[in-house]
């Protein structure tokens, strides 16, 4: 089974431009979560869809992040206009619905590493 | 106060030993645990899930107590590979997972 892909793996942009991430989910998970670690803090939780709905989107940093996930498979997350401060790894997570037996565990993508210059 | 401690380490033993961490939880509603492990520039890999009557797999034993909100994992007879980060996990609400910060483990021969 394939696991959580994401594109790009590796992207660097200059402050002020636009940056699109891509995430896939596993197969059949209605649940994707989007999370980041930058430098030297722990990873910290973004937003959570229930397949194309946001469930909870607290941890988003302000309005210049934008995550949809149209049609409840795969997700974007769009930084516009990216900030220095935006760098990190953002890594793509998703869990199976606990209505169709799954559990909490949820299962991670390789990540894409933003550097915004 | 953070919501998951954990110590950083590092820690650093000998192949064959048996290492433990712990990881403290303020927020006492919390439900479901879990250990990940996360090599360098890798994502994190969930290792295991932490059921409150303890687990184990292999070697590798979790256990959790709720009364002291704290919970751990024990390593028997380690490997070189099992060198890496460990992070503690907690599901915080019905989706978001708060990590701790990691413990670094370095296996040597």
């Known amino acids: 089974e394939a696991g959580v892909t994401q594109f790009p793996s590796h992207s660097v942009i200059e402050k002020g431009q636009t940056v699109t991430l891509r995430c896939d989910p596993i197969?059949?998970?209605?649940?994707l979560y989007w999370y980041r670690r930058v430098m030297g803090k722990e990873i910290k939780f973004l937003l959570h869809f229930v397949k194309e709905s946001k469930q909870d989107e607290s941890g988003m940093p302000n309005n210049r992040f934008l995550a949809e996930r149209t049609g409840g498979t795969y997700s974007t997350l769009k930084v516009q206009p990216a900030e220095l401060e935006d760098s990190g790894v953002y890594f793509c997570?998703?869990?199976?619905?606990?209505?169709?037996?799954?559990?909490?565990?949820?299962?991670f993508g390789p990540g894409t590493r933003l550097t915004v210059t | 106060r953070k919501e998951v401690e954990q110590d950083p380490g590092p820690f650093n033993v000998p192949e064959g030993a048996t290492v433990a961490f712990n990881c403290t939880y303020s927020?006492?509603?919390?439900?479901?645990f879990f250990w990940y492990r996360q090599d360098c520039r890798k994502e994190p890999k969930l290792l295991m899930s932490?059921?409150?009557s303890g687990n184990e797999d292999g070697r590798f034993t979790a256990q959790l107590n709720r009364a002291s909100q704290y919970i751990s994992l024990l390593i028997r007879d380690s490997k070189l590979s099992d060198s890496a980060t460990y992070l503690c996990a907690v599901l915080s609400s019905a989706s978001k997972i708060i990590f701790g910060s990691g413990t670094r483990l370095s296996i040597r021969p």
């Open positions: 927020n006492s509603a919390s439900q479901s």
């Open positions: 932490v059921y409150s």
């Open positions: 997570a998703s869990s199976q619905s606990r209505l169709a037996g799954g559990t909490y565990e949820q299962y």
């Open positions: 197969s059949g998970h209605d649940n």
